[in-house]
């Protein structure tokens, strides 16, 4: 099983600034990689797919990078409603695997 | 548009079963593939099976693999997960979410989800 690992665990932000996310692959998952947000009490949304196609409907502001291992997802300028939880999934292998999450907080 | 509707959650006892069923409209159903993720109170994203549009290829998570099954009625546009010798472990929050292809691996809509308690 291909193991995620996102960081920082909490990562604390002021509006308008840029966040930066990390999630490595414990092996290659070439660009099969996707990004989600979630908040409190919703479902999650698909962001980001084959590591840096946005998915539909997504602003800008959210760009995706990397391939083999080492992947970030960038929100340029924070706004209000982009502090939630976000996930990485790999999907190069089975079983599909995700990462545990990074909290983007108001700073 | 997408709407993914999950329900036949609960309480139930370990060893116990349960059926949990996912109905879907705005799309063309028999197209994609279909997945059904879970989220334990208060953890992170669990990935549990996955069906094929044809229905053909299944997959699951090892810790569910045996007790869980993954199915499909393209006629009425819905999907079942029956699960069996439920545990504790099993609590969560069970989303079905819709594949972005036939099999692409990408979960683009997910429904709101429906809770599942395991408990004695």
């Known amino acids: 099983e291909i193991v995620m690992t996102q960081s920082p665990a909490t990562l604390s932000v002021s509006p308008g600034e840029r966040a930066t996310l990390s999630c490595r692959a414990s092996q290659s998952v070439r660009t099969n990689l996707a990004w989600y947000q979630q908040k409190p009490g919703q479902a999650p949304r698909l962001l980001i797919y084959?590591?840096?196609t946005r998915a539909t409907g997504i602003p800008a502001r959210f760009s995706g990078s990397g391939s083999g291992t080492e992947f970030t997802l960038t929100i340029s300028s924070l706004q209000s409603e982009d502090f939630a939880v976000y996930y990485c999934q790999q999907y190069n292998n089975w079983p599909l695997t995700f990462g545990g999450g990074t909290k983007v907080e108001i700073k | 548009q997408v709407q993914l509707v999950e329900s036949g959650g609960g309480v139930v006892q370990p060893g116990e079963s349960l059926r949990l069923s996912c109905a879907a409209s705005g799309f063309t159903f028999s197209t994609y593939a279909i997945h059904w993720v879970r989220q334990a109170p208060g953890k992170g994203l669990e990935w549990v099976a996955f069906i094929r549009s044809d229905g053909s290829i299944r997959q699951y998570a090892d810790s569910v693999k045996g007790r869980f099954t993954i199915s499909r009625d393209n006629s009425q546009n819905t999907l079942s997960l029956h699960m069996n010798s439920l545990r504790v472990e099993d609590t969560a929050m069970y989303y079905c979410?819709?594949?972005?292809?036939?099999?692409?691996?990408?979960?683009?809509?997910w429904g709101q989800g429906t809770l599942v308690t395991v408990s004695s």
């Open positions: 979410a819709k594949d972005l292809g036939a099999e692409w691996l990408m979960l683009d809509y």
């Open positions: 084959g590591a840096s």
